[in-house]
C-alpha cells in the first residue's frame, strides 16, 4: 500500500502525517502545491505511476468560504477542476481515492442531522464548487469515498479555535453568531477514521459523514475555548448574524448525521468538547 496525501500542508494534511507518521511509517507521501499542484492534470498522472500509489487521500482545497465568493475561478480550480483531474487520474491507475467534502453543500433548513442521501443545495461559492467535485469524482471515479466533515480545528492553519485565542488575547470582549448550530470537529479525529478506513478490510464507496459529536452553536464553541483555555470570566455576547455580516451565506443548520461511517467502519466518534479540550492542552504544551 502507498498513499498519497495531497494538500499536507493544511489543518488535516498535517494531522494525517503526524498519524501516519507514527501507526504506518513510510506508507505515505505528503505533497502539498509546490511538491504537486493538483490543478495540474499531468503532474498528477506522471506522480500516480512513478510512485506506484495505491490511494489517494485528497486534503486540498480552496477553504476560504468568504474570499471565495470574489475569486471564484481559483476556488473552482481547485475544488472542482482539481478533483476531476485525481478522479480521472486515479481511474487510469488504478488508485483509490479518499476526497473531503463538506456540510456546506447543505443548505441548512434541515430540522434534523442530515443525511448522505439528503438533497444538497449548496448557498454559497464554496459549497456549490465542492458539490461539483463530489459529482465530478462520482462520475469519473465511482469506486471513491468522499467524507463530508465540518468546522474543522487544529493547533495547525487558520481557523475559530486559533482566531478565538487570539481574540481573547488582544479585545476586552467579543461577539459571536448564536444562530448557526454545527459540530466543532477536532482534524485529528478526522484523520484516526481516514486511517480505519484505509486500513480496513473492506472498501464501500459512496458518500460518509464524519464531524465529532453532538451540536454546537458558534457561541456555544467560543464560550467552550474560553472555557476551557483559562478564560472563562472573558465577555462573549451572543448575536443573530444579521449583526454579523458576511459575503457568503452560511447555512443556519449543518449537523451531520454520522450513522453510516459508525455502521459500515466502526468509527469510534468523541463528544466536540472533549476533542477540543485535548487540542487546547496539546496546543499548551507544544506552545502553539
Ligand atoms: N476547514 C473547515 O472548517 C472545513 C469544513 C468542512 C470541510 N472541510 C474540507 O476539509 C478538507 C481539509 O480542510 P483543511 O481545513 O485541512 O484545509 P486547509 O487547511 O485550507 O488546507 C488545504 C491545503 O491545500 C493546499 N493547496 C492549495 N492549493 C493547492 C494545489 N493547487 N495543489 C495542492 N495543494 C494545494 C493549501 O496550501 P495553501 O494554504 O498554501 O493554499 C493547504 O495547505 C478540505 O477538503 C475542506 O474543503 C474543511
Redo the contacts with the bound molecule.
Sequence with gaps: MKLLV??S?????RELQLLLDKEMPGSAIY???DE????DQKAIEDFLTKHDISHIIN?????DVERAEDEKLECSA?NFT?VKNIAMAADSNGAKVIH?????VFDGTSNRPYRESDKVNPISQYGTT?RKGETALIALAPESIIIR????YSPY?R?FVKTMLRLFKSQPEVKVVCDQVGTPTY?RDLAKAILKIVNSNQWVPGIYHFTDEGVASWYDFAKSIAKLSGYGDYKITPIPSEEYPQGAARPYYSVLDRSRIKATYGVEIPHWEESLAECLRIMKEEKF
Design positions: 495531497t494538500g500542508h493544511g489543518q488535516l494534511g505533497t502539498d502545491k504537486l499542484d493538483i490543478t486534503c486540498a482545497a480552496y477553504t481547485l482539481a473531503i467534502s463538506t456540510d456546506y465542492k466533515t465540518a468546522w474543522l492553519g481557523n482534524a
